[in-house]
């Protein structure tokens, strides 16, 4: 037979099997609604005690994740050979020992007053009280070198935001900080209103608790000025232009976290060194105020969701892999400031130019079956038109969800884009999506359980992003990123 007609039916042959493999479709029959629920029900349960940052059962749910991850077909990926990529975790805190007298009155630190973050200071100085002053009116005041004490209000504060309540004292004191801060003064006590005489009980454990940064962000004390909170029923402490001595001392513990990371390998020789990076997180809030009788925040949307999804994913890409590889990362600590993120971000495990895009979720269990969110889908939030594409394509084929666009609007009250662990990868200029069925009013108490996950729901988004990122797993070229992409919120 003619040696030229044998190369040709060969490179003919050669040529149809490559066209079958570029075109082969993703396996979803190998996501099962069946192993959602039980990991759901694994993950997302008492026995890991809310899976806080920082704790033992934060590394007691890393190891359950490390073995399932293991048992889905991943191979570890983190430090020296296994599935952990450990970062020290900055926590700051308020010690007991701290003090404030106003006149002849003692206050006890948490149950007298307050301090919205730990700072030190040591302040003596005379109390100004402004009573209900706007921003613009403390100008007209002599408060410089003093205490500022002021009514809380919530003039020019919006109310259409999930857990209004519990955030209310964080935007009464940005409202009032600046200005204060210019006009020179020493401290701001805050006097409660009806609506943060109801956040006290949700904003202590918060407060007692501290602040948390890791190596870059929030590794030190902050140089501000101390903001404290007294109760309205109190108010008299501060009238009349009372001296106030205080001494505030914080102390700085370092506290290990983890992200669990694993990898499947891709098929392709050359594009098999690339990564989609598959994206959430595994921490959650632990054990915190009761509501309706329970005190355990056991986070199953936030983020068991996207963990149970990732591990289902997993075991499609075990069976059926891409071209590319896929990297597995289940962050630690987001719910302290996306650390885990930022850690990897900064040092992540294969080179950050072999990621080709991140595809992270975020509560993707709750709401209706036919609604969901893509944030970094638009403008200004998008940074690549071709990796929203494929999402965009991936659900026309299948999910054919109705995009909550709104959510993605950067005048939207939750500013949400800015809230989950794709936000460290988008800033370094890594192509970033965010997956989410958005909130819900059980989000971050003790009612986000397994058994209110919709279960239907987290299917098709878990097909959803499966899908996407089998796309980028298979394209040859792969998203770029938009040039002169900025983020600003």
């Known amino acids: ?65 490390a ?51 730990p700072v030190n200071a040591s302040v003596d100085a005379e109390i100004v009280y402004a009573g209900n002053a706007e921003p613009e009116d403390l ?17 020019n504060i919006s109310k259409d935001m999930t857990l209004f309540v519990r955030r209310y004292p964080g935007f009464v004191r940005n409202k009032y900080y600046n200005k204060a801060a210019e006009l020179g003064a020493k401290a701001i006590i805050f006097i409660t209103d009806d609506t943060s005489e109801q956040s006290w009980v949700e904003v202590l454990p918060q407060m007692t608790r501290g602040s948390y940064g890791v190596e870059g962000l929030r590794e030190k004390i902050t140089n501000n000025i101390p903001v404290l909170w007294i109760k309205r029923e109190n108010a008299g402490w501060v009238k009349n232009n009372p001296k106030a001595s205080l001494n505030l001392i914080t102390e700085t513990y370092k506290y290990p976290s983890v992200n669990i990371i694993g990898k499947i390998e891709g098929t392709d020789p050359v594009l098999k060194s690339e990564y989609v990076l598959l994206s ?12 309706k009788n329970d005190t355990i925040y056991n986070g199953a949307d936030d983020n068991a969701s996207t963990c149970v999804a990732m591990l289902a994913m997993a075991r499609a890409y075990k069976k059926q892999p ?17 650390l885990g993120s ?19 979720g975020d509560m993707i269990g ?27 394509d991936a659900n026309n084929e299948s999910t054919k969800f109705k995009y909550l666009k709104d959510w993605d609007s950067p005048s939207h009250a939750e500013y949400f884009y800015f809230r989950s662990d794709h936000l460290p990868y988008a800033k370094i200029g890594i192509p970033a999506i965010f997956f989410t069925s958005v909130l819900h009013d059980q989000y971050h108490t003790p009612q986000d359980e397994s058994e209110n996950i919709n279960y239907k729901k987290l299917y098709k988004m878990t097909e959803w992003m499966y899908r996407t990122s089998w796309k980028v797993a298979n394209e040859t070229e792969r998203p770029k990123v938009i040039s002169n992409f900025s983020l600003e919120r």
Do not use: C
């Open 366 to 392: 709750r709401n209706d079956n036919n609604e969901a969110a893509l944030l970094g889908g638009n403008a200004p939030h998008k940074n690549s038109e071709e990796l929203v594409k494929m999402a965009e």
């Open 342 to 360: 930022r850690w990897h971000a900064a040092h992540p495990v294969v080179p950050k130019e072999k990621i080709v895009a991140v595809l992270n």
């Open 139 to 155: 100008a007209k005041l002599n408060i410089k070198g003093k205490v500022l004490a002021i009514n809380a209000s919530d003039k």
């Open 322 to 338: 891409g071209k590319r590889s896929i990297l597995f990362v289940f962050h630690g600590a987001e719910e302290r400031g996306l």
């Open 67 to 117: 073995d399932k991850a293991k048992e889905a077909g991943m191979k570890p990926a983190g430090d020296n050979g296994t599935f952990f990529q450990f970062f020290d975790m900055y926590r700051h805190q308020v010690i007991p020992q701290s003090s404030l007298k106003i006149g002849d009155n003692s206050l006890k630190l948490w149950k007298d007053f307050l301090v919205a973050e």
């Open 280 to 291: 959430g997180h595994q921490d959650h809030d632990g054990i915190r105020h009761p509501v």
């Open 1 to 65: 037979m003619n040696k030229n007609y044998i190369f040709s039916l060969l490179s003919l042959f050669l040529f149809t099997i490559g066209n079958a493999q570029n075109y082969k479709k993703p396996l979803v029959s190998a996501i099962k609604e069946a192993d959602l629920r039980t990991d759901m029900y694994q993950l997302a349960a008492d026995q890991f005690w809310g899976r806080e940052a920082g704790t033992l059962d934060e590394l007691k749910v890393s190891m359950w994740l």
